[in-house]
């Protein structure tokens, strides 16, 4: 009676194991429009924003349970899509870590699980990072140690990256607008601007900071805030005034224009850029017909919270030789269905073992004992 019990549990059990598991590895199958390329695409760059790993040290064991499956919930989505989906070059749009003040001891460790548990190395597939103000600071934290452990552990915060027929251009937005705490990054990535040569091609521009807009094109507004001494505390879009700087070097007249990928705004957003003047632009709602502008994809974040997400950017070039560009938003889902998978798992295994142990002693009570033997009196 007890295995037949245990029996029916178990295949419950095997059932929502069998459903919740075909969906998380499966789940971007349902929805290949959003969560593959093109076959014929020219552009395959797959882009995440703001993972935001956070620290285990000094914490209790639930946290740091926690922390352990939230780098495996994003190394799956990392993982899922890539293998499934088969881009050329990844992006991680900035705020790999979850803060800026961590010494070194903590930077390195997580910098391991980054590596190792979240965006492991591939042969095939270039890995570019992008630097966010949790990795480096704003300008008013950014500091010579940050810049260089950054450096060390993701590579060059400014660096231009041609693939022949089409370049990625990344830059370090934070260091941008001000007041500075130290002015020398400023000038290092205006002058990274300047000395950038005019591309025929087109350019994907890469920044954790997107470009600024006026309040209800995105869900976040224009927002600046400073320390009581005067530094930048805080920003949410490039000023004006930089991000038309930043556009007239990257986008020239007579340029192959392209597209911006930004970061930063969890909740993501689309936006069109257009030229008004010949050093002037402005942010408009996205309108993917506009002739001319240059449109910039805000990355929502891969975190549990919003869902997992990986954008997909592909670029094409048509009859004429001009390009065409795509950006499609494939989530997953909360961390919660993910870690009830992985629940599940654990509660199958023990199931399994339980149920053989109970057929083992139910067939042991139940075997058949031999009849003694009666000798027979002479």
Partial sequence: MTSVVFRKALLVLLVAWFCIRLYVENYDRLNRQKCRFRPDADVKLMVFG????????????????????????????????????NPNQVAVMGDLLSSQWIDDEEFYSRVDRYSNRIFPHSNDIELFNVSGNHDVGYSGEMTVERISRYEHAFGKVNFVRDFGDWRIVCINSLSLDGPQYDTQFNK???????????????????????????????????????????????QNHLSEEVSNRVLNAVFPPGSGGG????????????????????????AKVFDATEQGAIQEYTVRSMMGAYGGNGGLLEGTR?????????????????????????????????????YTIVRITELVRHRPRPRAKIEKAD
């Fill in 50 to 85: 703001d993972p935001q790993i956070p620290g285990s040290r000094n914490v209790s064991l639930r946290k740091r349970l926690d922390v352990f499956g939230n780098d495996h919930y994003l190394g799956h989505v990392y993982k899922v899509l890539r293998s499934h989906a």
């Fill in 318 to 354: 048509t009859a004429d030789g001009s390009w065409s560009f795509e950006f499609k938003l494939c989530p997953f889902a909360v961390q919660h269905i993910w870690w009830v998978s992985k629940v599940l798992d654990v509660m199958v295994h023990s199931f399994l073992a339980l």
């Fill in 259 to 282: 597209v911006v990928v930004a970061g930063h705004d969890h909740e993501g957003c689309q936006a069109s850029y257009v030229r008004t003047s010949d050093k002037e632009w402005a």
């Fill in 188 to 234: 290092q990535t205006l002058e990274f601007l300047d000395q950038l040569s005019p591309s025929e091609n087109p350019t994907v521009l890469l920044t954790h900071v997107p470009l600024h807009k006026e309040s209800g094109v995105c869900s976040d507004g224009p927002l600046f805030r400073y320390y009581e001494w005067g530094t930048l505390k805080e």
